[in-house]
């Protein structure tokens, strides 16, 4: 995450880098301690910094989504939506905006729980309509 380009200046940016720097975590089971293991990237949760920098390393996948798809973004959860008529282009430009989701998630750290990843088709027809191709993320 670039400082400079979310209007952080002064010694804040420093103070962070710092932060962020040569980090080891150990773990407490009763009396027994776990050997130290560096921490290459990210903020531990309970960390005083870890909501703050976890909201703004994740605002910009909304720069993933191209119009005439829609997307909203509350704090961890994302959605991408799409009105259109035809099935297959349909398909297609929600598989390509998955495809750059999936790209800017795997430069950045994150990973998505397909557990929790859904897809939900709304149409006014009555007639049911054919299963569309799956997507994939």
Known sequence: LETAQIGLRGSLPKLLQTFLSNRTITVRIQDQLSPHHTVHNGFLQGEVWSVPHFLL?????????????????FADDFSISLQFSNPRRTTRLLQLTLDKISSWSSDRGFRFSSGKTGLVIFHKHRRRLPHPPPLLL
């Open 57 to 73: 390393a994740i605002n910009d996948i909304t720069k993933c989504v191209p119009f005439p798809l829609t997307q909203r973004l």
